[in-house]
């Protein structure tokens, strides 16, 4: 009987529990032209890797909780000196000193709007998002980058003000857990576990 | 019957003087679960600008092209990472490139920077390594490296490169050991002694005080190769800016790095040791054809070379690194050297493919104590020391950091700050580990040349980091 596989953190350590691999028996490929001669196999395999966030993993704590978390550098030799970050960036890209991490939730929800956008009608293996998939960019006043995330309800359009939402409820504690939807929309439209 | 043309044999030559300026590296560890590899990266960086008292910013001004090395996507999961770690470290738009060629990516990352700068193309540049071998379990991770072998023939057998290594132990132990248990003691000491020196390196990731029977009590991983032979398998970067002269004397006026002469050679071989046809050795400056034409005979079995005995790549590295800096015999010329100790059985074998000893006698380079900081049978200074950062058994195996680790090591001793380095409480304190009381300082005083090998598993890719402190060269034109 396999175990799911689950990592904990102990003494700087990863303490690993459950089946992180399984093997499932391969096949010959054969070609149905060629009176059945052998080809290849199939290499089946399914592994469970381990990521750390690091230095990010506030970013992604964060958004379980409702928030969204920037970087500022505040080197006060650095060129680049008060630079917001979103993407969130651990290093100051200038002088790679450890950037400030911020709250900037109340700039997303004042200032968000779409930059640019695409909409993605195939995906790939191991999506989860329900397509099709509207990306959007979205850039903050007074921030340096433009993050890449995606359209929760409604049709993107260029320069649309829009709102972040959560997924508070089940999170992911992935990028997924972050979506953003036009200003305005109501609260029972909202895809279920996902919040202002 | 390998047979190498005129041209094949060139000696390398580059078209103008390069220098190691400055280096650094990250703690190394089986895992680190608080931090991503763009901050690993960053710690080496920005080690390597304190080297020469600038910031990291000021330190990056002066790159312009940058290499990096970083060997296995897969153990990541993440296809580009120098892509990745490029844009953290600040460094686009400048032109980039990864390196991969296996447990050789550090050493061969060292090799494009240096050519980078010999052709005039770039003043400054960067060669960084990494590995992230933390996101998979010990024995996916053994699957993961095993798929560096061919997957058709010899990845399914185990799917694990210590099995490749101890086929060529068993060979080894049979032909030079003569199956005397006296060559497997041997082979013992060597993780004995990598263990021991990893307790004075606070980067190292597995320092023990341990003795030649816990080597032979730790569990078989492939007979006759235990735990404690085998290399570890680790998270880190290490990184290296190489410079031209005029700006290797310009970012190191006023400190305590003196700027080091550089070069470095490659050799390759095919994946599967079984695919090595029979050949005559290529004679390294020290050799005769005379001394070996009686090898079978004094080693039954030992006539076919390579075989499974010996690595062509390693060789060839060598064969082209001497000739290139004028190094006649490795033990004289050199100082102080870091070899790729994958396991204990191929620390033996490149002792002899780099001439340290005579074919079929490189386990004497351990048993005179030679390969000591200060030889235990006489208590004088060993004659040329190796892996006193542990090694990759005792400090680490991050991949594509390894060879970079291994010359960012050497150019202390050769810096005389090796001291400095390994001794910082704060270091020792900021890496959470403890300094040992019976810490000793393993400078090897006056040394003024180096040598380090990076070798990708079974000896597929070989390459061979000369140092040489400008004052103390062998050849003027090199």
Redesign the interface.
Known sequence: MSKYATVR?KD???K?MGD??HLTPNTPIRDLNDGGKLVGVTNPRE?T?????????VFFESLSKGKLMATRCDNP???AKGTIYQPF????????GKNTVIDMTDIAKKTATIHTFMVCERSGAFNVLHKPIKFINIEFEGVSTILMSYLAVGEPEMGMRVVPIFQTTDPTYTILDLAWVPEGTKKNKLPEGFSF | MIKFSEQQLKIPKLMRPVYLVTAGQSKF???????????LC?DA??QAAEMINL???EL?RHIHTCYYGHFADHFG?QLLGEAVIH????LDPLGNIGIKTGGATGGSTLWEAVKAVASGYSDCVLAMGWERM????T??GN?LISCAADKDWESPLGHIYTGYYAVMAQKYWKVFGKEEESFRRTMAEISVKHHGYARFNPYAQAPMKITVEDVLKSPVVAYPLRALDACLMSVGAACAIICDEKTAVKLTKGTKNKPLRIWVTAGSHSLRPADRRDMEIPLLPNETAKQYKDLGERFPGGERYPGFTGFLAARMAAWYAYRMTGIVDPIKDLDVIELHDAFTISDIQTYEDIGLRPYGEGRDYVESGDCYHTNPKTGKPGRLPSNLSGGLIGCMHAVGATGIMQTFEIATHLWNRWAEIHGDEKRWKAF?RKKPADWTDLQVKGAKRALAISHAGVGSHVTATILMDPDHLLKKDA
Do not use: Q, W
């Open positions: 953190v700087n350590m990863y690993v992180f691999h592994m890797y381990i990521h750390s966030y690091g230095g990010e993993a030799k650095c060129e960036r651990i290093h100051c890209m200038d002088c790679l | 560890d089986r895992a680190f679960p608080h931090k991503r590899t763009e901050e960053v960086l920005t910031t990291p910013a990056k999961d844009d953290r470290l600040g933390d996101e998979v379990p024995d996916e699957f959470d």
